[in-house]
């Protein structure tokens, strides 16, 4: 199974919502560690407004498996730098098989978030079957 989830956020949207003056909005969709990251950023909301376009973008890839809200969603840093995916499984244990690929990308105006999510298990139990059951006939038919 491969999901796809894409979205793309004006950072203009952000900069007309001070995080001064709409910490509600801020504190309802963001983790209190993706606030810390962005408000110590030079460029806070072009850093919320990717991060927001990739909470958008992991609701859209798993559509059909999971609801999650926004603050289920926290965008984290691999030690590389990579940004990582990390949903909370307590209230979504549906999702923890699910290896979820994130590309995250702004320029001075706009931020986009690319999701993929897989079920690796899944996938590889498929092949695994699939080189079963087709075994007989390639051994049948080209010899091996």
Known sequence: MFKIGVDCENIARFRRLPYAKSEFFYKRVFTPAEIKYCVSCREPYHRFAVRFAAKEAVIKALSGIARPYYRDIEVRKEKSGAPRIHINLKKFSETKNL?????????????IAFVIATDQKREKSKLRRALRETAP???????G
Do not use: E
Not at 99 to 111: F, N, P, Q
Not at 137 to 143: D, L, P, Q, R, T
């Open 137 to 143: 006939f390639i051994k049948k038919n080209f010899g």
């Open 99 to 111: 290896d979820i690929l994130l590309s995250l990308a702004h320029s001075k105006t706009h931020a």
